[in-house]
């Protein structure tokens, strides 16, 4: 059955960035209840209970229809959780500064770093509603920026490489209706270096 991830980083080590009690809440309440309801929907299908997560919702087709909704919603949830609190890192550490690799690679596709910083930007305050804005590498050469609705998985699309959150319950408590400010303040703890290397 699916388990909660540890985090790498202690609750309040993307203060004063990201609070404390956002990441409490975030990680033990909100990703543990996508991971609950993921296993209860598998729960009578224990032939599914072993497989891949991304393996399951790269063939949701695959996937019993009675609970193709419920692997989608709470397995992406549990995915795209697990993904997200890997590509943060306290601000001060070494991995916050972006590599020669993810540098050059995105001023070739967005003609230089503050380009791609505003279109991203752009992408998760057109994002209405709940979803995730994602750096997707699409080929060897190739990035693009897209977006998801809700907890889908931007498999369709590419190969993520980076992912923000930006349902409300990821920012409300500090930043509530300010999104601009919790992606300003986002783009200070990312890891760069799981950013180039994925």
């Avoid at 087709?61 to 919603?73: D, F, K, L």
């Avoid at 001023?107 to 910083?117: L, M």
């Avoid at 930006?166 to 930043?175: F, P, T």
């Amino acid at each position: 059955m699916h388990a909660l991830p540890n985090l790498l980083y202690a609750y309040d080590a993307l203060e004063p960035y990201i609070d404390e009690q956002t990441m409490r809440l975030h990680h033990l309440k909100h990703h543990q209840a996508y991971i609950d309801k993921l296993n209860a929907a598998l729960e009578p299908f224990p032939e599914w209970q072993n497989k891949n997560l991304e393996s399951l919702l790269r063939n949701l087709e695959t996937v019993p229809e009675t609970i193709r909704t419920a692997v989608c919603n709470h397995g992406g949830g549990h995915w795209n959780h697990s993904f997200f609190w890997q590509i943060m890192v306290p601000a001060n550490s070494p991995e916050t500064k972006i590599t020669d690799k993810i540098k050059s690679a995105l001023e070739k596709n967005f003609n230089n770093f503050e380009s791609f910083q505003k279109q991203f930007k752009d992408a998760a305050l057109a994002r209405f509603g709940s979803g995730w804005v994602w750096l997707i590498k699409q080929s060897a050469e190739k990035l693009a920026i897209t977006s998801t609705a809700n907890q889908d998985v931007p498999f369709a699309d590419g190969q993520p490489i980076l992912g923000l959150d930006v349902w409300e319950h990821a920012y409300y408590l500090k930043y509530q209706n300010r999104r601009a400010d919790y992606l300003d303040a986002f783009f200070k703890v990312i890891n760069w270096q799981m950013v180039a290397g994925g």
